[in-house]
């Protein structure tokens, strides 16, 4: 099933962990309605800019986000996150266009090293209720523990 032009229910809800442990990554009607909204606005306007794009996470189902020892807060759970890289582009220069390029709820750049253009990965939510806060966020390890800074850093 489409989402987009060129995003599919399937790449959305993959996850080798759900398949490992049996879990039924499977989005519900409101799920699917976020998950279309998310591929609409946010997914296919970087597959436009910059050709292919990879989605490491999508859709979480509770229990799949529990299984990773995701908060249940998570929007993944409701379908409103992914997980993504475009191979393309340097994974700042991918946050630092969507930043300034696209309206989302929280945009961050997760694990980026400076000088390893592949580093890391972008975390993009989208609410299609309108009440986007465009939060941008940089998410580090120090310490061990994860620490997440305002903004972009590079």
């Known amino acids: 099933m489409k989402l987009s ?3 599919s229910i399937k790449e959305l809800t993959r996850s080798s962990t759900a398949l490992r442990l049996g879990i039924e990554n499977t989005p ?3 799920q699917l ?5 998310l591929s609409c606005c946010i997914l296919q306007p970087v597959r436009e800019k910059w050709g ?5 996470s999508g859709l979480r189902v509770l229990e799949l986000n529990r299984a990773i020892k995701s908060g249940d807060k998570s929007q993944h759970v409701q379908g409103q996150a992914a997980d993504l890289e475009a191979p393309a582009v ?3 220069d991918l946050a ?5 390029e696209l309206d989302f709820d929280q945009l961050i750049l997760e694990f980026y090293t400076p ?3 592949a580093s ?3 975390h993009c939510s989208y609410r299609n209720d309108g009440d986007n806060r465009k939060e941008i966020l940089t998410a580090s390890r120090k310490d061990g523990k994860v620490v997440y800074d305002q903004g972009l850093n590079a």
């Open 5 to 7: 032009k060129n995003f």
């Open 28 to 30: 519900n009607e409101q």
């Open 33 to 37: 309605v976020n998950l279309t909204a």
């Open 52 to 56: 292919r794009v990879d989605i490491n």
């Open 90 to 92: 340097s994974n700042f």
């Open 96 to 100: 630092r266009w969507m930043s300034e």
């Open 115 to 117: 000088g390893d253009p």
């Open 120 to 122: 890391g990965w972008v």
